[in-house]
Nanobody, 124 residues
Framework: QVQLVESGGGLVQAGGSLRLSCADF????????MGWFRQAPGKEREFVAT????????YYADSVKGRFTISRDNAKNTVYLQMNSLKPEDTAVYYC?????????????????WGQGTQVTVSS
């Protein structure tokens, strides 16, 4: 079972960058596909990016492709989301998630473990 804790959120101006981290305090991190999702005020949670267990395959939502990069360090039990060229519409609570499968294209049902979320606010 993974136990996920996100960090790295904050307030940034449009065009700026942030890097989110998600640490897994469980024991089977390397066996899990990992993903990032986000939920803006008044909206449903949406998929952002996923990365397979080895880090060799990634998948992004069209809205963040070319701006965000997901990566993982299995030795540190940590997954990252590097966010560049941030826009006000990226403002949301960002959630880290883990799923006991090889890969996912961002279907929420693939992920059984979730972090508590970290707030990202992008000012215009």
């Amino acid at each position: 079972q993974v136990q996920l804790v996100e960090s790295g959120g904050g307030l940034v101006q449009a065009g700026g960058s942030l890097r989110l981290s998600c640490a897994d305090f469980g024991r089977t991190f390397s066996n899990y596909v990992m993903g990032w999702f986000r939920q803006a005020p008044g909206k449903e949670r949406e998929f952002v990016a996923t990365i397979n267990w080895s880090g060799g395959s990634t998948y992004y939502a069209d809205s963040v492709k070319g701006r965000f990069t997901i990566s993982r360090d299995n030795a540190k039990n940590t997954v990252y989301l590097q966010m560049n060229s941030l826009k006000p519409e990226d403002t949301a609570v960002y959630y880290c998630a883990g799923g006991r499968r090889y890969f996912s294209v961002g279907v929420e049902e693939d992920f059984g473990s979730w972090g508590q979320g970290t707030q990202v606010t992008v000012s215009s």
